[in-house]
């Protein structure tokens, strides 16, 4: 008989493309030729929806990850994170930061990482609350020539780019408060406090243009929603806490405006049909519910703000899935684990593509 052990490379690369990533996982635990089989095999893992990305485990380090496919926690040992602040992800790549303020793209799937020019400088403990989100032109693991946008917030959100090839951050003057920000179709656009700009000359001279004007009354999001640009506003109510004695800021509805560019006006938009938006400090994430069961379809699925009076309190407790049709906000995670507001969850999407 052949061993398990022995079993051909194309056979066990065959399996791996039905396996989800936490069996795959398991998949690279069980000998030396099967976890080389794993590391050099390009394929990706059974589609799945995204992961929730947590804080590190305080006994065995390893990190913590929530699967809503499976709706079980997964412990992953990833020594790269290590004392790094994370400040969410896009195409499935992390941005972290280091003590010294070296920022990096990384993979935790391929292990691939890119080393940025170094940040402008903050008070370490306020670097978490500085860093507001970054957003790729390109996906790190199919072109090498990406761009990057970086948001961080001193007084207002102020914004950098970095061309590949370059060693420093070119700062784009602004203004006025960047709410959010998106790559769609070829361009960068941003949800300032009343307007919708688009940035121009990213290459050389990057300034901003205005496209049209928003009405805007709760948090922005922006979400490229199969070719159509959408405004996701969420809305925020402020409950007294089960001491009676602590306000608890905690989400109530969200509102979805489809904007027109070319004609410069908006609309309501209140059906997602068989969609799914996933919503956080990570770049946006639209998924097809019919392919994957348990997901609720027209829901938008989203982790905390880290908008708290008491943070010591609740923590990131502000997680949830918001129902269109029922217009109410229902639990997808068990409410009694605590989060620390300094690492928030984030989404991750697994990209095991290389270059």
Not at 37 to 54: D, F, G, R, Y
Request: charge should be neutral.
């Amino acid at each position: 008989m052949v061993s398990w052990s022995d079993l051909c490379s194309d056979a066990l690369g065959h399996i791996i493309g039905f396996l989800s990533l936490p069996d795959l996982q398991l998949f690279s635990a069980v000998c030396r030729n099967w976890r080389w089989v794993a590391k050099q095999n390009n394929c990706s893992p059974a589609e799945q929806l995204p992961w929730l990305m947590m804080r590190e485990d305080a006994s065995t380090k390893k990190r913590k990850f929530y699967s809503l496919t499976e709706k079980r926690h997964n412990y992953i040992d990833i020594p790269e994170l290590h004392n790094q602040c994370w400040i969410g992800s896009s195409f499935g790549w992390l941005f972290i930061v280091d003590r010294k303020f070296i920022p990096r793209l990384f993979n935790l799937f391929t292990r691939e990482c890119y080393e940025l020019p170094l940040l402008p400088k903050f008070e370490e403990e306020m670097l978490q609350k500085r860093l507001v989100k970054v957003v790729l032109f390109h996906d790190p693991s199919k072109k090498s020539d990406f761009t990057v946008l970086f948001l961080y917030r001193i007084n207002l959100t102020k914004m950098a780019v970095w061309l590949p090839g370059e060693n420093r951050w070119r700062c784009i003057p602004c203004m006025d408060h960047v709410a959010d920000a998106i790559f769609f179709r070829g361009n960068f656009y941003l949800a300032c406090s009343s307007d919708l700009f688009i940035i121009s000359d990213v290459g050389s001279n990057p300034t901003m243009k205005l496209v049209m004007p928003l009405l805007l009354s709760g948090i922005e999001y922006l979400v490229d929603f199969m070719g159509e640009l959408l405004l996701v506003e969420r809305h925020l109510i402020i409950n007294l806490g089960e001491s009676r004695h602590h306000f608890h800021v905690v989400t109530e509805r969200f509102a979805v405006h489809k904007l027109n560019l070319e004609e410069k006006k908006s609309f309501e938009y209140k059906d997602f049909g068989d969609y799914a938006i996933f919503l956080g400090t990570s770049c946006p994430l639209v998924v097809n519910s019919q392919l994957y069961p348990g997901c609720k379809r027209n829901s938008i699925y989203f982790t905390d703000l880290r908008i708290k009076l008491y943070p010591e309190l609740y923590g990131c407790d502000d997680i949830g899935v918001y129902n269109f049709a029922r217009d109410a906000v229902e639990p997808f995670y068990p409410p009694e684990i605590f989060h620390p507001l300094a690492e928030p969850p984030i989404w991750l999407t697994p990209n095991v593509n290389k270059l």
